[in-house]
C-alpha cells in the first residue's frame, strides 16, 4: 500500500488517500472522484449505484425463464435508463413483454405474458 494524492474530475478537490502499490495515477484519481462530496460526485456514485442494482436484480428477474434475449438486451440499456437518457425499453415477443424505466429509487423492471386466443369457423 502506498499513499497517493489524487484529484475529483468534477470539483478538482485533491485528496491523499492509502492505495494498492499497482494503482496508477487514474485508478487514483477514480477513487477519489468515487468519495469526493461534491454534487456532481455524489449524483454519480448515486447513478452507479443504480447499475449496479439494476443489473443483479435483472440477473435474478430473468433467472430460469427462457428469455435470455430480454436479459442481455435490458443489461446493455440499464446504464442509459439509469443516466435519464433513455426514458424506458419495452421489448415484446412470443407473448411476452418487458419493461424497464427509470422511478425515483431505481429501476423497475415488469414482465407480462399474454396468451392469445383465437376461434375461427
Not at 496508477?24 to 449505484?49: G, H
Not at 447499475?51 to 440499464?78: C, H, M, P, Q
Request: aromatic content about 6%.
Amino acid at each position: 500500500m502506498k499513499l497517493a494524492t489524487g484529484e475529483c474530475k468534477y470539483c478538482q478537490q485533491m485528496k491523499t488517500i492509502e492505495v494498492p502499490d499497482s494503482w496508477n495515477e487514474d485508478d487514483v484519481d477514480a477513487e477519489v472522484t468515487r468519495k469526493c462530496n461534491c454534487e456532481e460526485a455524489l449524483a454519480a456514485e448515486e447513478v452507479q449505484r443504480i447499475i449496479t442494482y439494476a443489473e443483479a436484480d435483472i440477473n435474478r428477474f430473468f433467472e430460469n425463464k427462457g428469455l435470455d434475449a430480454f436479459k442481455e438486451i435490458l443489461k446493455a440499456s440499464v446504464e442509459q435508463v439509469a443516466r435519464k437518457n433513455v426514458t424506458k425499453v419495452s421489448l415484446t415477443n412470443d407473448g411476452y413483454t418487458v419493461v424497464m424505466k427509470r422511478t425515483k429509487s431505481g429501476i423497475s423492471v415488469s414482465l407480462k405474458h399474454t396468451t392469445e386466443e383465437k376461434t375461427e369457423s
